[in-house]
Antibody, heavy 118, light 110 residues
């Protein structure tokens, strides 16, 4: 079964750091670009970051550029999001998602919740 | 990058057809054929319904169809069913970053 499982969410103070992980299974992880998408409470989806299959191409939303770092370990079938200098507005459910046909996302994890609050 | 513009809500009765619009600019929706649509039920992860403007992934009902004209993309759901009640999001490639989502549309089946 194709599956993505996020972990690493939690409560963190403003200015703090957190590292999210996404474990992939059931498909050849190293062949796919991957993405992080977030959803603030009661709000819509917001694209956060994308990384190509070999990590050659990396993109960030302006709202997280310079604070978040996306990475992957194809040997471990894992995707990561290092989040630094966290702000209250980063509070959201964070989903990892597999890229499909270049710019769609066809497989999503269940999400991990990040809460930034003092 | 501003979010793509979607109506906040649409509604329809079972069996009817509804259309959800998604308006962007020539830098995103209008400039590229990379519009996708996602369905999200409460508390669940999004599900891909349409990719590349009008293509359906395997397993998605043919009641769902997509199109585009100029800077506006549309998702049409025909033969509306109770289980179609959900939030719907469009997304597009954008030359300014990579991907931009719409604000979302809540579909109510009356």
């Amino acid at each position: 079964e194709v599956q993505l499982v996020e972990s690493g969410g939690g409560l963190v103070k403003p200015g703090g750091s957190l590292r999210l992980s996404c474990a992939a299974s059931g498909f050849t992880f190293s062949s796919y670009s991957m993405n992080w998408v977030r959803q603030a409470p009661g709000k819509g989806l917001e694209w956060v970051s994308s990384i190509s299959s070999s990590s050659s191409y990396i993109y960030y939303a302006d709202s997280v550029k310079g604070r978040f770092t996306i990475s992957r370990d194809n040997a471990k079938n894992s995707l990561y999001l290092q989040m630094n200098s966290l702000r209250a507005e980063d509070t959201a459910v964070y989903y990892c998602a597999r890229s499909y046909q270049l710019l769609s996302m066809d497989v999503w994890g269940q999400g991990t919740t990040v809460t930034v609050s003092s | 990058q501003s979010a793509l513009t979607q109506p906040a809500s649409v509604s329809g009765s079972p069996g009817q057809s509804i259309t959800i619009s998604c308006t962007g600019t020539s830098s995103d929706v209008g400039g590229y054929n990379y519009v996708s649509w996602y369905q999200q039920h409460p508390g669940k992860a999004p599900k891909l319904m349409i990719y590349d403007v009008s293509n359906r992934p395997s397993g998605v009902s043919n009641r769902f169809s997509g199109s585009k004209s100029g800077n506006t993309a549309s998702l049409t759901i025909s033969g509306l069913q109770a289980e179609d009640e959900a939030d719907y999001y469009c997304s597009s490639y954008t030359s300014s970053s990579l991907v931009v989502f719409g604000g979302g549309t809540k579909l109510t089946v009356l």
